[in-house]
């Protein structure tokens, strides 16, 4: 173990390079960086957490219930859709929150009808020999679609995975870096925005579900008509931002949705207010084109989230694929808009469940207590190494100790770690169990030495014997952080993650940075008594 190898040395003297030019960007002002960036040095910085730096905390909870519903109303509509085609007669087509029934007036027509209907299910993603839905034959000439519960648990676990997805590209669209967004439970959603000091555009751009629709106008019911409850089946009365048609009855059939949208920019309309220029991939034009062409003088709604932003008169077939919405929008409004859709639809709301404010001063104020309890830290086992092992062996372990505290540093600014309170917690026990590994050294020396070994012998025998010791106790603790930062969230894994780090950097100074220490202080002492 007392090798004077050479390959040790340039490895220490590589890391150790390494540590430092990673590092030194968190102790230098942004222009430094700025100009270090610009010659390819390194300019990466620890992300401060939340805690530390100061930002908004939202708890969300995606409201499956409305997911469910919303499935049922597609459901009743493919229904009427397909029964309709088929020119089959109907009625007493009704939804349960478990099922749609519907009645086949003809009984010739009842196969055909069932025949037809059993093509809606669909195979679930994850277990395709499982249906979302059941097609069931009904007494006196009714069918049941039954919902399935695999169906049902399969749409809510893709809407909370589809939605973390979502709202991590609209937080990444304000700006805010190195966001945290988990998921919690079942159905809840934590978002974590550091440096987002306006939690009300936060919850704007998150909580707005971006749905976008271009459905058909019902010119054969006036509003008046249908506020009245005359709404005929297949159509809906909904409320419009036109000031001179507060409402608007529509088609519950969708020509084209926000799905197919590839891009999405602010613009302006004929009357240079701001207005939004969008544009359909080809499935999309095709739909919006044929739409277009079989409706020339009729109106269709563009509808987001529920509300009709404008209803036009269709001129002429549209079949560039781009098109314009108008409103009474703001420049900010318009602009808001546009990162939400880029972001795309929100499968289901979002509630809000708990929401917290961070302040920047409290966050800096964190950031003061972490560095002096990390002073206080360090003196402290500098002292007690120093008391317990001379000058000497407590100068070494102390400069091995900041070797790793520096690769520790560089190892988190490389990847981008975001440093959170708990994390201070995590670099402050790593300096504690840094030593560790050089305590159980040193005491080996010396039971080696009271044994009767000379100084080489006592050298080797300390690293040799004490290796497995600190490998298996370092070991151990790695496996308990991967689990933390595996099963936790938010400042619980950035604990996890400081003391990962910690532990492979910790192991790296106290063997070999030690090691070559203690072998240079050998080679150029010759000492005839191990000073320990």
Do not use: C, H
């Not at 309890?373 to 120093?386: E, G, H, K, N, Q």
């Not at 009271?450 to 025998?461: E, M, P, Q, T």
């Not at 950035?494 to 790296?508: K, N, P, R, Y």
């Amino acid at each position: 173990m007392m090798e004077f190898s050479r390959w040790k040395i340039w490895m220490v003297i590589i890391a150790t390079v390494f540590g430092i030019l990673y590092s030194l960007p968190n102790f230098l002002p942004q222009t430094m960086r700025e100009a270090m960036g610009r010659y390819y040095l390194p300019s990466q910085v620890l992300n401060l957490g939340l805690d530390l730096q100061g930002g908004s905390y939202l708890l969300l909870e995606v409201d499956t219930d409305a997911l469910a519903r919303e499935k049922t109303a597609n459901l009743t509509e493919d229904v009427r859709s397909t029964l309709r085609q088929k020119s089959i007669n109907f009625s007493g087509l009704a939804a349960t929150s478990e099922a749609v029934n519907v009645r086949i007036t003809d009984a010739a027509q009842f196969e055909t009808a069932l025949t037809e209907l059993q093509r809606l299910p669909q195979p679930l993603p994850k277990n395709p020999s499982i249906r979302d839905i059941n097609v069931v034959r009904g007494d006196n000439q009714t069918i049941s679609l039954k919902f399935t519960t695999d169906g049902r648990r399969a749409d809510a676990a893709s809407a909370v995975d589809t939605s973390i997805e979502i709202v991590r590209r609209r937080v990444d669209s304000l700006g805010t870096k190195e966001p945290t967004i988990l998921r919690q439970g079942a159905n809840r959603i934590v978002v974590q925005a550091p440096g987002e000091s306006d939690p009300e555009q936060l919850k704007r751009v998150i909580g707005q579900t971006a749905k976008l629709t271009f459905q058909m106008v019902d010119e054969t019911i006036s509003p008046a008509d249908a506020q009245a409850g005359r709404v005929p089946p297949g159509s809906e009365l909904l409320v419009s931002e036109n000031p001179g048609e507060p409402y608007l009855v529509v088609k519950k059939r969708v020509l084209v949705s926000g799905d197919n949208l590839t891009s999405a920019s602010v613009g302006t309309d004929q009357y240079n207010r701001p207005a939004i220029d969008f544009r359909f991939d080809g499935q999309g034009a095709r739909k919006f084109g044929d739409a277009t062409a079989q409706n020339i003088g009729k109106r269709f709604a563009i509808i987001l989230d529920g509300k009709i932003v404008s209803a036009p008169t269709i001129q002429s077939a549209i079949t560039g694929g781009s098109g314009q919405i108008t409103g009474t929008f703001s420049t900010q409004e318009a602009s808001e808009l546009v990162n939400v859709l880029k972001g795309g639809a929100l499968p289901a709301p979002l509630k809000v469940e708990e929401q917290k404010t961070v302040g920047a001063e409290l966050g800096a104020d964190s950031v003061a207590k972490g560095q002096f309890s990390t002073l206080i830290a360090f003196i402290s086992v500098v002292i007690f190494m120093i008391l317990a092992y001379g000058f000497l062996f407590g100068g070494i372990s102390v400069a091995a100790l900041l070797v790793n505290l520096t690769l520790l540093v560089a190892g988190m600014s490389v990847t981008q770690a975001t440093l959170t309170l708990p994390g201070i917690a995590g670099l402050i026990l790593t300096l504690a169990m840094a030593v560790d590994a050089n305590v159980l050294i040193y005491e080996r020396m010396r039971d080696e030495a009271a044994a009767g070994r000379s100084v080489i012998g006592a050298l080797d025998a300390g690293f040799s014997r004490a290796i497995e010791t600190i490998l298996d106790a370092n070991i151990t603790t790695l496996g308990a952080a991967l689990i933390m930062f595996a099963f936790g969230a938010g400042p619980v894994r950035g604990f996890a993650w400081t003391l990962s780090l910690g532990v492979i950097t910790s192991v790296f100074s106290a063997v070999f940075v030690t090691q070559i220490l203690l072998v240079w202080w050998y080679r150029t002492a010759r000492p005839k008594k191990l000073p320990i």
